[in-house]
């Protein structure tokens, strides 16, 4: 039976299987495998983006182009996309070289893909001349394996016909030593994809190439997670199969590449079947970052929901945790100011902390303080960086602050040394007398400068409560100083200890007295005797009141008939009570103001602090 034949019958029986799975089986080359149902029998079998063959089914093509089409819409994976748009502002994965040039080429024409063969490849004269020009001390260039190749062009200045090459997937070319000497080998990475042929052919512009980016990667399977790479032969042909619409000139196939015509000989613009090794500048600086950002981008939501990043790109901060040294009087070992102090008392209480700064601000100065108040309070921390250099600067800062170390520095070679002959010394080390006299009166000292801190706190905590009162009393009068006038609320203002009420409490009385329903049983059965003087009464106490009502700001009418007076005097009542409200009101934050103008200022309270970590 032939290969094909038995690959029909395995895919028919057991679909599902990617190439080397059946080379395996079938005891054949991948290469061929591919090469077959790519070519032969793409019109019965699909390869998936995990890079399974299955058999076509109606609606199988569009069913897996619905449920690998969609991107992640986690709130970290909108993130991580927005970042890398702003990336791709600058920083484009392009690659390109001459494809017809008057000089040496920066690229080599290949007649097979070579997967696993790259060292035997860089032994050949051709090769190995276009490897040395990648070798110097200040030389940026770097070898890739390119396949398929993409034809382009345009017209220069003085009207002449250009040709540029370019790589539509590539792999860098890795050696083991430095100046791409001693063995190499390929990246085990994803193909890269040249942004520069996704560019010309999705048409998009710079703002929306990204996006484009993660789709496409996304259909190619590289957000699976599937720890097995393809090759990139295979990713190839899956890109051939999912992107028709590119104007392939030749069938993608890498168990057959054509060399006729070469490349410096193709005229027409589009994607070859070709495979090159060739040289160009190296990776932008961002490259590292690009990577985690992109597979940061692929996590699923449940994989960090719970974390700190989940908590902070999702808006849920736990809330904070009682806490039990919010007055414990910092070690500062380093001089801070008290934005810095407020940073660390912050960092030691609450769930997540973001300190932020340009250089020079302090930023290692509140980590070493920090440490050492973790440390104190009996914390763990793990200090950890990607620059290796801060690591370094904060272990010694810290480590250089006593006789002995409070960070253990973590690495291999020499740092695990000294991590083992330090748990040796504390191991074998044991505290004498002088040592734990010099323990305790520090202690004595530092209990009573938590003493003295916790007072200097105290006042201040009751200065800005004092502050935030009178900033609300004000809020609250703004409009009554403008109702009242300067004179009036001058007035009120010296007499902040008068009793404003007392003067007008005669008055309350006798209207009282002059209410019939107010009366006991006695005084109603008499009320058509001593009504007329209880009356007379008021009117004697009304005239009495004229200056304290003028204070106020109230004005009188004593032209009013018999009649009509009693009514005036019960909303007279009403106005004045309501009167005295807000001229209470206006007295309060008189009051409050004093106060705080009487209390310690918040320079002098922090001089003391100054004065007590001096």
């Known amino acids: 039976m032939e290969l094909k034949d038995r690959l029909v019958l395995q895919l028919t029986k057991n679909p599902g299987q990617k190439a080397s799975e059946l080379a395996t089986k079938l005891r054949a080359d991948r290469k061929e495998i591919n090469r077959i149902l790519v070519t032969e029998l793409n019109d019965r079998f699909e390869q998936d983006n995990s890079y399974r ?24 994976s909108r993130l991580c996309r927005y970042y890398l748009a702003c990336l791709g502002q600058d920083d484009l994965e392009e690659v390109s070289t001459w494809a017809r040039s008057r000089y040496d080429y920066d690229y080599v024409e290949l007649n097979t893909v070579p997967l696993g063969e790259i060292d035997r490849l860089l ?18 260039k770097i070898l890739y394996l390119g396949y398929p190749v993409c034809i382009h062009t345009f017209t220069s200045r003085s009207g002449d016909l250009i040709y540029r090459l370019e790589p539509v997937l590539f792999l860098p070319v890795q050696f083991d030593q430095p100046r791409n000497r001693g063995n190499a080998s390929l990246s085990i990475d994803y193909p890269m994809i040249n942004t520069s042929v996704l560019k010309r052919y999705s048409n998009s512009d710079r703002e929306s190439l990204m996006g484009e980016l993660v789709q496409l990667e996304e259909e190619l399977g590289y957000m699976n997670s599937n720890p097995e790479v393809p090759e990139l032969d295979e990713v190839a042909h899956r890109l051939y199969s999912i992107r028709k619409e590119w104007p392939w000139r030749e069938r993608c196939d890498g168990g057959l590449l054509r060399n006729i015509p070469l490349i410096n000989e193709l005229d027409e613009p589009g994607i070859y079947n070709r495979a090159v090794l060739m040289s160009a500048e190296r990776r932008p600086y961002t490259e590292g970052l690009e990577i985690e950002l992109q597979h940061l981008s692929n996590l699923k939501e449940s994989a960090y929901s719970h974390s700190i990043l989940g908590n902070l790109v999702n808006g849920n901060i736990p809330e904070r945790e009682s806490v039990t040294n919010e007055l414990h009087p910092l070690l500062e070992v380093l001089p801070m100011n008290e934005e810095q102090r407020q940073a660390i008392n912050r960092s030691l209480t609450e769930p997540l902390t973001i300190i932020t700064g340009p250089p020079g601000t302090g930023k290692s100065q509140v980590v070493t303080n920090l440490l050492i108040n973790a440390a ?31 960070l253990m520095r973590m690495g291999s070679g020499e740092y695990y040394q000294k991590l083992c002959d330090h748990i040796q010394g504390l191991l074998s080390t044991t505290s004498d007398t002088e040592q734990i006299q010099e323990y305790e009166s520090t202690l004595a000292k530092y209990q009573d400068s938590k003493r003295k801190m916790e007072e200097i706190n105290s006042e201040f905590d009751r200065v800005i409560e004092m502050r935030n009162k009178v900033d609300k009393l004000e809020q609250s009068v703004e409009h009554l100083r403008d109702e009242f006038g300067p004179d009036i609320t001058q007035h009120i203002r010296s007499n902040l200890n008068k009793n404003w009420r007392e003067q007008f409490s005669t008055f309350y009385k006798a209207l009282s007295q002059n209410d019939k329903s107010k009366q006991s049983l006695f005084g109603r059965l008499l009320w058509p005797f001593i009504r007329k003087s209880r009356f007379a009464k008021l009117e004697n106490v009304f005239h009495s009141i004229q200056k304290g009502l003028s204070e106020i700001g109230l004005s009188s009418n004593i032209n009013l008939t018999e009649d009509t007076k009693l009514d005036y005097y019960y909303d007279l009542a009403n106005n004045i009570n309501f009167r005295l409200c807000e001229v209470e009101k206006i007295s309060d934050y008189f009051q409050a103001l004093v106060d705080l103008q009487t209390a310690e200022s918040f320079e002098s309270i922090n001089k003391k602090k100054r004065q007590l970590f001096d």
């Open 376 to 406: 104190w309070q009996g914390k763990k921390v793990l200090f950890a960086s990607k620059n290796n250099k801060a690591v370094d600067v904060v272990e010694i800062r810290v480590n250089s602050l006593g006789s002995r170390p409070i």
């Open 123 to 140: 032994q050949k004269p051709e090769v190995s001349s276009l490897l040395a020009t990648t070798r110097g001390d200040h030389l940026t």
């Open 53 to 76: 063959w299955n058999l076509i089914l109606p609606t199988s093509h569009d069913e897996s182009m619905k449920s690998h089409s969609g991107i992640s819409d986690t709130p970290l």
